[in-house]
């Protein structure tokens, strides 16, 4: 069974930085894009960031570069996303997604197939 674990949410305060995990299991994702997305309340999900299977080729959401970095250790299974300079704006709930065909590249929501339970991230004073 494949699963998306997502951790590292958490109460952050405004300027700081925050490191959030996603660990997957039942299969080995090397070869697969994987991305982030948030939701906040009362708001659509909406993208953050997207990493290639080849980790040098990566993808932002509108406002999103140089806010964010996005990384994976495959050795681990593992992807990472690097909120940086925490803003109130960047409260929500963050997922983790991967999409099911390998060597493929998810350019809607509607594209990935597999979704972690997400972490939520709030931001204070």
């Known amino acids: 069974q494949v699963q998306l674990r997502e951790s590292g949410g958490g109460l952050v305060q405004a300027g700081e930085s925050l490191k959030l995990s996603c660990e997957a299991s039942?299969?080995?994702?090397?070869?697969?894009?994987m991305g982030w997305f948030r939701q906040a309340p009362g708001k659509k999900r909406e993208f953050v960031a997207r990493?290639?299977?080849?980790?040098?080729?990566?993808s932002f959401g509108d406002s999103m570069e140089g806010r964010v970095t996005i990384s994976r250790d495959n050795s681990k299974n593992t992807l990472y996303l690097q909120l940086h300079n925490v803003q109130f704006e960047d409260a929500g709930v963050y997922y983790c997604?991967?999409?099911?065909?390998?060597?493929?590249?998810?350019?809607?929501?509607?594209?990935?197939?597999?979704w972690g339970q997400g972490t939520q991230v709030t931001v204070s004073s």
């Open positions: 997604a991967a999409p099911r065909r390998e060597y493929f590249t998810p350019l809607t929501r509607e594209e990935y197939d597999y």
């Open positions: 039942g299969r080995d994702f090397s070869q697969s894009a």
């Open positions: 990493i290639g299977w080849f980790t040098e080729i990566t």
